[in-house]
């Protein structure tokens, strides 16, 4: 326990605090954290949105940028590991639950309330489509990139702790050393907890819904929510005693493996042609309409309620995330060039997750239309949870495809905390890249009794207060770390180009001497040749 640092027993009181509160007065957790998160959807809805913008045109500048070419390391060294482990690992902690818990219901949402327009329309299946794909596209991946950039090329290049604070070194100096720093360090913690937080409670509300549809004595509940938290609680603190190279590794391959199958199943029996004809459809429209969709803030047209509680809310999530995802990217992209970083980071994820909803959304709308409306009215009645069980229920083999959709929310559900354990673990303990175990129990407990706590007094919407607001601060901190981020290279490339400078300049002085040395030992051999023919 010596490498705690007061980051460690900050951010412990201040979530131990939540917890007991949250624990004694749950009403009243409940009416603070709506005030606040009211206000700031209504009043701040413009700042993520600009914000998550930013974050997406600065991450489409460094591709083509000629800071591209640096590594995130030292310049010789290799990636630690391959492609498909590296975009397993990426799937696994960006949003792996969520996909599964989404992928059916937010285009059924849509499709029956848009943001605008005629429900149950084709333009309303259009545009719910088109929004799956925003939300889960290009913005949030390029949230992760800029905070896993900067920590992963302070931490790998310039051997600087692998803490947030010390990424902003270039704008805050020696201040990141101080007070300031381990403030900024605390909100990283305190983002982490409740971004987590609210994927194990999608989770355990997803694992219980199942659990419920396959046998009648198991309940959806609360009571079972919180004993499947408790269970898988003890599963990843196992998992999180193995390290990052064998717990994390091994379920992110089992994870990626179990999610293209089913995947692969939906499409297969399900609407193939029409499936595929929406993805390709639906990505063309998403690039077309992106720069509308991420400025609209619904001031002439459409629903600014729907925007608050689809967009705000995703934005908010995907930045109080960022911290714990990108933390664990930045840990396994050493090695890699910026360029190769930040397409990797944008492209793959992207469209794999516009794949994953063009099947199961696409799939979801069309069985709904042939039910009636009958996969929307179950999901109304017994929640969102149950859409991809209620779906997957219309195929052959449906026992057997819904255990094993149980099954993979169990593995995202142990690889998310197992991973969040390693990140709050490392925040914790000054960047160490392999935090004590000690450590990520701590973290294990406190992150799961989060999600409980959110869970008991507000269910999901409880879960959406905490976030919005957790990220509110970290978007601050964001902004200042791309603003770090491009000081620092556009210095290392000033250096470089200094120093490829002062190489020309003496190769070109290499050049002189050795033509000088070339004409001198001409015009000795003419002397010698002259003396010769004189003699």
Same mark, same amino acid.
Request: no cysteine; proline share 4%; glycine share 10%.
């Given at each position: ?55 997406? #045109? ?13 590594? /995130? ?8 590991? =391959? ?12 949003? %792996? ?74 704008? @805050? ?7 300031? %720093? ?19 409670? /999608? ?39 193995? %390290?990052? =190279? ?39 429209? &998403? ?18 309620? +729907? ?9 908010? +999530? ?69 859409? @991809? ?7 052959? @083999? ?8 149980? /099954?993979?929310? #169990? ?44 869970? &008991?007094?507000? %269910?999901?919407?409880? /879960? ?72």
């Amino acid at each position: 326990m010596r490498k705690l640092t007061p980051v460690f027993y900050i951010s412990f009181v201040i979530a131990l605090l939540f917890i007991i509160w949250g624990i004694a007065a749950p009403s009243h957790v409940e009416t603070v954290l709506g005030n606040i998160q009211g206000y700031i959807s209504e009043k701040l809805g413009w700042f993520y949105l600009l914000s998550a913008t930013a974050f997406v #045109i600065f991450a489409i500048y460094l591709i083509f940028s000629p800071y591209g070419r640096i590594k /995130l390391g030292k310049p010789d060294e290799k990636p630690e590991y =391959n492609y498909f482990t590296w975009f397993a690992f990426l799937f696994t902690a960006g949003m %792996g639950i969520g996909l599964v818990f989404w992928g059916v219901a937010e285009p059924l949402y849509h499709y029956y309330g848009p943001p605008a327009g005629e429900p149950e329309s084709d333009a309303a299946a259009a545009a719910a489509l088109r929004y799956s794909f925003f939300h889960w596209g290009i913005h949030p991946w390029a949230i992760y990139s800029i905070v896993a950039l900067a920590l992963a090329y302070f931490k790998f290049r310039h051997d600087a702790p692998g803490v947030v604070s010390a990424a902003l070194r270039p704008v @805050l100096g020696d201040k990141v050393d101080g007070p300031l %720093g381990t403030l900024v360090n605390v909100l990283v913690v305190f983002a982490t907890i409740f971004g987590v937080a609210t994927s194990l409670g /999608l989770g355990a509300a997803q694992v219980s819904g199942g659990l419920s549809y396959l046998f009648d004595f198991i309940t959806n509940n609360l009571g079972t929510q919180l004993v499947v938290i408790a269970i898988i609680t003890v599963l990843y603190l196992i998992s999180a005693g193995t %390290g990052i =190279n064998r717990g994390i590794r091994i379920l992110s391959m089992t994870n990626i493996i179990l999610a293209i199958g089913l995947m692969l199943f939906v499409l297969a029996v399900g609407p193939t042609v029409y499936i595929l004809d929406v993805f390709t459809t639906t990505l063309g429209s &998403y690039i077309q309409n992106l720069p509308s969709m991420s400025f609209s803030t619904a001031t002439f047209i459409g629903d600014r309620g +729907w925007l608050e509680s689809w967009t705000i809310f995703y934005w908010a +999530w995907w930045i109080a995330w960022s911290p714990f995802v990108g933390t664990f990217i930045a840990r396994v992209s050493r090695g890699r060039t910026i360029r190769e970083f930040v397409l990797g980071v944008l492209a793959v994820p992207t469209l794999f997750g516009g794949l994953w909803f063009s099947v199961f959304g696409a799939t979801g709308m069309s069985t709904d239309n042939a039910l009636g409306g009958a996969l929307y009215n179950i999901m109304g009645e017994q929640g969102e949870e149950i859409a @991809l069980f209620s779906l997957l229920d219309q195929f052959p @083999l449906s026992g057997i495809i819904i255990a094993l959709a149980i /099954l993979l929310i #169990i593995s995202f559900f142990i690889t998310s905390a197992d991973s969040a354990t390693f990140v709050l673990g490392m925040q914790t303990t000054n960047g160490s890249l392999n935090p004590p175990t000690s450590v990520k129990m701590v973290w294990g407990a406190i992150q799961s009794s989060a999600a409980a706590v959110l869970l &008991y007094f507000g %269910g999901l919407a409880g /879960l959406e207060m905490a976030m919005i607001i957790a990220a509110l601060p970290f978007t601050f901190v964001m902004l200042f770390m791309v603003v770090s981020i491009f000081k620092a290279l556009k210095s290392e490339r000033q250096v470089l180009q200094t120093d490829k400078s002062t190489i020309q300049a003496e190769r070109n002085r290499l050049r002189e001497e050795k033509e000088r040395l070339k004409q001198e030992k001409a015009e000795l051999k003419k002397q010698v040749k002259a003396s010769k023919n004189k003699q």
